[in-house]
């Protein structure tokens, strides 16, 4: 058998073999790397151009249609369809009967900035998986949201929609969407979970299986209005790493009509208070001065989590959702903060609108998906995501606004520590200095909690709370459920009066919940534990009640009288 070996060859030839094994090596290696920096960013391509004529993804010759609901009207309803269509409204959150007569084609109006028509984008865009999640999700709502994604994908970039089914048990979602959906010929691509998963790994199967290089989000009671879809992608064609998000138009729940949530001509980022609610500000003069159009993307530090593009794979490499995240909730911050610390980015993206339909309400409940954890479950998700990428001072504000949750499960998290120190993520802090500048603005550092808990009465058996989460709504007198969030009262170091994200305010009028001022964190309360009195400083009064109605409001301070004394109880959980 003949053997490999230099034997028998002269000592050039060997030299020369060593070399072009060398230089082979070396162009592997080249290449490899280049490639790798193609993938994941490469500013030399084509960047989008504003020109004179129509943007070349512009739709042309589009033709005028007349009907219900359209050019995104209201459509509003006859009387006797009223009673239907409140029924429907209570079962979904949806007005189902003024959906259903809605054309699942209907015209929508072009939200975009005027300048949004005239972008030419590259021609070699990335190809596109769109992933629209459902469970039990009304026929004509669903089957808009894919239709317009059909009308208004450039069909060469569109590779597939794909519908994954939560494990939905109405019937029409069943076999009879399979037939339906024959007529887009093999586009649209229907996989169903075998057990009910709840959106967020929903999601991240959605992401394992989808085909195209990008895949979008969206709700299943969405409208992407003109063009959405190439602006979208140029950013991550210029940069895998770039997390892209359509401005979300809004659908009225009751009517359809479709209109923008904010004028166009201010722009919006996504932010968060220290209890992880979402939040939206105005952009940064800083961030908008970068850009020289104002119709081009900007940054952002976080998103409202239903609709966005992200490079598949990038996706994939950072781990998809945090797979001990339930249901819904907090998985548009960890996917956020995972993407800038990790060395990714966001960017908001104007001439690329969507419409959503802000539901009234939750219309499903998450079943047996709630018993994998003791407790609430969003707040526990949260507690996952902020322990994962909080810094400990960050973590402090978080568990000052949202005490309970020091006391919450939230299970293992230390595969996301290890994807953390894989990708050689920077901290929190960075992220707050070179991202998230304003939260602090709106939102500054808490002051820590001198009392929390239930604030229960020294007279009654009761204790103070909300009754509703919008201000202005008054502050009753109620029984003492534990730890209901409209009874879960902080007093900070700095006297402001806290429940969830609001503020107690008194004024001669009585005791009300207020927003909080906009970038405060001090209030005019202090806490006496000797006398157990609650003092408005301002006022000089005391927080009482009316000894015969129980109403609440300020009166003159009394050692003696239990109906102005208070006691602040903790409420330590055992889940
Ligand atoms: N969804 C799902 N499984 C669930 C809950 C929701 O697939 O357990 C879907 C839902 O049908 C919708 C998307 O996830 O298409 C986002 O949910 P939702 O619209 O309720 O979220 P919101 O817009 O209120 O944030
Ligand atoms: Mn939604």
Not at 102 to 112: L, Q
Request: glycine fraction near 6%.
């Amino acid at each position: 058998m003949a053997r490999f070996s230099f034997s028998g060859k002269t000592k050039f030839t060997r030299i020369a073999a060593v070399c072009l094994m060398l230089i082979l090596l070396l162009y592997i290696i080249a290449t490899w790397s280049e490639d790798k920096k193609r993938h994941f960013s490469d500013s030399a391509r084509n960047e989008p151009q504003l020109v004179n004529d129509l943007g070349n993804f512009e739709p042309r010759n589009v033709k005028p249609r007349e009907g219900p609901g359209e050019n995104g009207k209201p459509h509003i309803l006859r009387q006797d369809q009223q009673n239907d269509a409140d029924q429907s409204e209570t079962e979904y959150g949806i007005n189902i009967v003024c959906s259903d007569e809605i054309s699942v084609d209907r015209a929508i109006p072009d939200t975009r900035l005027p300048e949004c028509k005239y972008w030419d984008y590259p021609k070699d865009l990335p190809t596109v998986s769109v992933i629209i999640v459902y469970y039990n999700e009304r026929w004509s709502v669903l089957l808009r949201t894919v239709h317009s994604v059909i009308n208004r994908s450039p069909k060469h970039i569109l590779k597939e929609i794909l519908l994954v089914d939560d494990f939905s048990d109405k019937e029409h979602l069943q076999s009879y969407l399979d037939n339906y959906i024959e007529r887009f010929h093999g586009v649209v691509r229907l996989i169903r979970n075998t057990q009910r998963e709840g959106l967020i790994r929903a999601k991240s199967r959605g992401a394992k299986e989808a085909k195209g290089e990008v895949i979008v989000f969206l709700d299943a009671h969405c409208e992407v209005n003109t063009n959405w879809l190439p602006p979208l992608l140029a950013p991550i064609y210029r940069d895998h790493t770039v997390l892209t998000v359509p401005i979300i138009d809004r659908i009225n729940h009751k009517t359809f009509e479709y209109r923008p949530a904010n004028p166009p001509h201010t722009h919006y980022r996504g932010i968060f208070e220290w209890g992880m609610l979402y939040k939206e500000t105005e952009v940064p003069q800083r961030e908008l001065s970068i850009r020289k159009h104002n119709s081009e993307p900007y940054k952002s530090p976080t998103h409202a989590g239903g609709l966005f593009a992200i490079y598949r794979k990038y996706f994939l490499m950072l781990g998809a959702y945090d797979t001990g995240l339930l249901v819904w909730g907090g998985e548009n911050f960890e996917l956020s903060f995972k993407v800038w610390q990790c060395g990714g980015s966001i960017e908001w993206v104007p001439c690329s609108r969507v419409g959503h339909v802000y539901r009234r309400f939750v219309p499903y409940n998450v079943g047996k998906l709630a018993q994998k954890r003791k407790g609430p479950l969003v707040t526990i998700n949260y507690k996952r995501v902020i322990e994962t990428w909080f810094d400990d001072k960050y973590k402090e504000y978080f568990y000052t606004r949202e005490p309970l949750a020091r006391f919450l499960d939230m299970g293992d998290i230390s595969e996301q520590e290890t994807l953390k120190k894989r990708w050689n993520c920077k901290s929190f802090e960075w992220f707050m200095q070179n991202v998230a500048y304003d939260v602090v603005k709106k939102f500054p550092e808490l002051p820590p909690n001198l009392h929390w808990g239930e604030l229960r009465s020294g007279a009654v058996s009761k204790c103070i709370g909300t009754l509703g989460f919008a201000p202005p709504s008054l502050i009753t007198i109620q029984h003492c459920h534990g730890f209901g969030s409209n009874q879960l009262m902080r007093l900070n170091t700095k006297g402001q009066l806290g429940v969830g994200e609001r503020c107690i305010e008194a004024d001669s009028q009585g005791i009300r919940l207020a927003f909080c001022k906009l970038g405060r964190v001090d209030g005019p309360w202090s806490y006496d534990v000797n006398s157990s009195k609650l003092l408005h400083r301002l006022r000089n009064k005391c927080m009482a009640l009316h000894t015969q109605t129980l109403d609440l409001s300020l009166m003159p301070c009394d050692i003696n009288n239990t109906y102005q004394q208070w006691y602040f109880k903790e409420i330590h959980p055992k889940w």
